[in-house]
């Protein structure tokens, strides 16, 4: 097949899927003859990626509105070029489907989580994709066992159909933390205090942080990122006036390293994760994890991990880390970028 890539990843920042999409992508650029893939990139994309072997080319068209994107300009280019689009961010072009990856069907799933004109709108877009992706795409790609099932099921799909490549963390070992974050904020004792990422999106479940941490007044914890803005005014108000919670803001992933490396152990509270990458970058970096009992992620950290239910915050997390985990060092090989680009690599044949 002619493979062209979406580049439109790149007109936002790295995290998630886009991280996953440009590492893979990296590591894929290693490992195939040259120019057997190409890339297409808008205008507008914040850095140039810089391939060996992976073909650039760069639109004149930007990103700014991502589905005119996909089903216009991205669109006419394969059916011209007589391509195949491979798209990582769970959508793919209504004339001209290709091979997506659907990391999960989150807003199929909890469409209670979508309030508002704009929210409302992207879920029905999303739900859109799901169901066009997972009937007209030429290959199905997910990332874990659970949204295997999950698309499978919902979509009356075989699973055999319908491939797993794993995330991974290997973009974590060449950054170097930055202990200033921990003078700016020198309530943050090394080892005295509990860290979690922010997010947007109500799945992250910083309700959960901010009901145990009233419980618990003489626990830190460490809230980084700008998630707090999509919280119901509730819970938002809840973070801003207990004592114990320090709202970071927005850091660098040298500085997310940095709290990883020094707090009491990592906590995730997510009811809904695909995958969930920040767990596995806490344990590179040997930080203790805790996260919920809820949708992949018992299946990808099994026993490395101290469990929680993301519903009920009747427990003690200090008496929790008590109890023996094993070591990550199975996952950490096992969930790379590299196993993942060897893996895409083999599915497209090339």
Not at 65 to 93: K, M
Not at 297 to 313: C, S
Request: charged share 25%; aromatic share 12%.
């Amino acid at each position: 097949m002619n493979i062209v890539i979406n580049g439109d990843f790149l007109c936002r920042n790295l995290t998630g899927i886009e991280r996953f999409a440009y590492e893979t992508c990296r590591r894929l650029d290693k490992i195939i003859p040259k120019d057997s893939i190409s890339m297409l990139v808008p205008a507008n994309y914040k850095s140039e990626p810089v391939f060996e072997n992976i073909k650039i080319i760069k639109s004149r068209n930007s990103c700014k509105i991502f589905p005119l994107w996909e089903h216009f300009v991205l669109c006419a280019y394969v059916i011209t070029h007589r391509a195949t689009c491979l798209d990582f961010a769970n959508v793919t072009p209504f004339l001209a489907p290709g091979i997506v990856f659907i990391h999960d069907i989150y807003a199929k799933k909890f469409p209670e989580d979508f309030k508002g004109k704009k929210d409302t709108l992207i879920r029905l877009y999303m739900c859109l994709m799901y169901a066009h992706a997972a009937r007209f795409a030429k290959k199905l790609i997910t990332v874990s066992n659970f949204s295997r099932q999950q698309i499978s099921s919902e979509y009356k799909i075989n699973p055999e159909k319908i491939d797993v490549i794993y995330n991974g963390w290997e973009h974590f070992s060449s950054v170097t933390e930055d202990d200033s974050i921990l003078e700016n904020f020198p309530i943050l004792s090394k080892g005295k205090y509990y860290f979690t990422l922010g997010s947007l999106q109500k799945r992250k479940n910083l309700k959960w942080i901010a009901d145990y941490a009233e419980k618990h007044p003489s626990d830190i914890f460490a809230i980084s990122g700008k998630a707090i803005s999509g919280m119901v005014s509730d819970d938002l108000k809840k973070l801003q006036t207990l004592k114990n919670i320090v709202l970071v803001g927005y850091v660098s992933d040298a500085q997310v390293k940095s709290l990883m490396k020094n707090c009491r152990a990592f906590v995730f509270p997510s009811y809904y994760e695909g995958f969930g990458i920040p767990p596995l970058e806490a344990l590179s970096c040997n930080a203790q994890i805790i996260i919920s009992r809820a949708a992949s992620l018992e299946e990808l950290y099994k026993d490395t991990a101290h469990y929680i239910d993301p519903e009920n915050t009747d427990v003690n997390l200090e008496e929790l880390l008590k109890e023996p985990v094993a070591s990550p060092e199975k996952i950490l090989k096992e969930y790379t970028y590299q196993n993942a680009a060897e893996k895409l690599k083999k599915i497209l044949n090339i």
